[in-house]
């Protein structure tokens, strides 16, 4: 995803934004936050619960039902529909878990709430888990990027998002969504990492020498 050249050049970008602001940013890239292998059951349990019911609407019933050899008997009818309708779930559902877990048809038919969600969730625990590594009060931006799932992630403490508003993170963050799409993740990193720390520098410039508590590479998973 990203070459050693990136990775030093986003280490750079950070490095420099970081002189002007008390605070910390920290870049990560991750290949994908979840194989999603619920997916295909929960697609495959919907079409057996729907197909089978349109099929007997649609009267394909019919020929197979009353085809064959049977005792003419309703109870056998009966049972025999019976079984004829749970044998087409299964088949359904087999068919349907096997074509779903195709790992690109799988990522097409995961919602987008569900992608959103799972990046984000991931994105907010690794910057809690970083945050331990800080004072309470020292402000932090986290920019979290999924390749597979193509979602950006901006995790910052609430002082920040009172000082400089909404705006600026949708800026930084489709500064990295045009990077991931152009083929030029590390220049869209870059240009975010840019636009917050100018933003920190003018609300939380720094006071000193700059500590640098944490890495400036960034974090490839």
Not at 99 to 117: E, I, V
Not at 202 to 207: E, I, L, R, V
Request: aromatic share 6%; glycine share 8%.
């Amino acid at each position: 995803m990203l070459s050693e050249d990136d990775r030093r050049r986003i280490a750079e970008a950070v490095t420099e934004a970081e002189a002007g602001t008390s605070g910390e940013i920290t870049c990560v890239l991750v290949e994908e936050v979840s194989n999603y292998r619920e997916i295909p059951l929960a697609w495959a349990a919907l079409a057996a619960l729907c197909l089978p019911p349109l099929l007997v609407l649609a009267g394909l019933h019919e020929p197979v039902l009353h085809g064959g050899w049977s005792d003419g008997t309703e109870e056998g009818l009966i049972l025999r529909a019976l079984a004829l309708y749970a044998a087409a779930q299964a088949v359904i559902f087999v068919i349907v878990a096997l074509l779903a877990s195709w790992p690109p048809l799988r990522r097409l038919l995961t919602p987008g709430l569900l992608m959103r969600h799972r990046v984000g969730q991931l994105a907010r625990h690794h910057y809690a888990a970083v945050g331990t590594r800080l004072p309470p009060e020292a402000p932090h931006i986290l920019i979290f990027a999924c390749f597979a799932d193509h979602r950006v992630e901006l995790v910052a403490n609430p002082a920040i998002h009172a000082a400089v508003g909404q705006a600026l993170w949708d800026a930084a963050v489709a500064a990295v969504v045009e990077g991931m799409k152009s083929g030029e993740a590390a220049q869209g990193f870059i240009r975010a990492i840019r636009m917050c720390g100018a933003a920190m520098a003018k609300h939380f410039p720094a006071s000193g020498p700059d500590e640098n508590r944490l890495p400036d590479d960034i974090v490839v998973l």
